[in-house]
């Protein structure tokens, strides 16, 4: 039954209104979505990163020998924390073996793993982050 004083043409417009409302509803909430998805997919990448670090100095004070530290070649190590996670480079990898500052005779492990993430997000220019964690332990003799 039509209502009193409503057209044929008034209707016509309400369901074209709804479209148009549904649209740009729509394009925001999945416009938000996509950017919770590229910030996880970040923070992934970071987490990562940090377990690549943890990993590499881990591998570091179990098989390194504390003798004569300059001698020895650092891929073994860097290889470890990119085997861990694959988007990793070896130039992304530094391994120092400074000193302890409690215990003079004793060297630690300092892997610092840096990784530069680019985020792409549409409609906006690309974004570089650097991603960069440090793990340090004492080597184990």
């Not at 979505?33 to 923070?43: C, G, H, K, T």
């Not at 409690?102 to 650097?130: C, E, G, R, W």
Request: positive net charge; aromatic residues 10%; proline residues 4%.
């Amino acid at each position: 039954m039509k209502k009193p004083g409503t057209s044929v043409s008034t209707r016509r417009h309400q369901s074209g209104q709804a479209l148009v409302e549904f649209a740009l509803v729509a394009t925001c909430f999945l416009l938000l979505i996509f950017s919770v998805m590229l910030m996880a997919q970040a923070v992934y990448t970071y987490n990562n990163v940090c377990a690549a670090a943890r990993e590499a100095v881990r591998y570091a004070i179990v098989h390194r020998p504390i003798t004569n530290v300059n001698t020895f070649t650092d891929a073994d190590i860097k290889q470890v924390a990119v085997n861990y996670a694959p988007f990793l480079s070896l130039s992304d990898v530094t391994v120092t073996w400074p000193a302890d500052s409690k215990l003079t005779s004793q060297y630690d492990a300092k892997v610092v793993v840096s990784h530069n993430y680019s985020l792409n997000i549409p409609f906006m220019p690309a974004a570089s982050l650097t991603l960069s964690s440090t793990s340090q332990m004492l080597v184990s003799q």
